[in-house]
């Protein structure tokens, strides 16, 4: 694997993460590998103490990560939390603002297009991880 994109300014974790289940089954791993259909509420416990939380997408029209991420930054997860597998450039917008903060795709992206597409809308409509407010928000309060 190539190093992945990153959008954190700490080190990338360089631990191999473990599946869920063999997690669970320890105590001393700091990253795990949730994959499409586990639960990601099993980590819940745990967030204090992980590094490290990569997500895969089998199939770009696999949106079940995305849901994983959301809940994962709602109770207070603050490490780097990766989306890997089948990660398309257009993607990565809505999956930054789920949560996810680095990317390890199955195929390389064009760096000038993933920036492009970043840059493409400053406004969202729906509250996202990211911090940014929704324009409805910002019109209406």
Not at 2 to 17: C, G, Q, S, Y
Not at 22 to 28: H, V
Not at 68 to 96: C, F, H, P, T, W
Not at 102 to 127: C, H
């Amino acid at each position: 694997m190539t190093d992945p994109i990153r959008f954190r300014e700490d080190e990338a974790h360089e631990e191999p993460a473990v599946s869920l289940d063999a997690f669970l089954d320890q105590s001393n791993a700091t990253a795990v590998r949730v994959e499409a259909g586990e639960d990601a509420r099993a980590l819940l416990p745990f967030l204090d103490r992980l590094a490290l939380i990569e997500v895969d997408f089998p199939a770009f029209g696999d949106g079940r990560g995305y849901s994983a991420a959301q809940i994962l930054r709602e109770n207070g997860y603050k490490g780097e939390l990766r989306a890997s597998g089948d990660v398309l450039v257009d993607q990565i917008a809505y999956m930054k603002r789920c949560g996810f903060d680095a990317f390890a795709p199955d195929a390389p992206i064009n760096r000038q297009v993933m920036e492009a597409s970043l840059a493409l809308y400053d406004d969202v409509y729906q509250g996202t991880s990211d911090g940014r407010t929704p324009i409805w928000a910002k019109r209406h309060g």
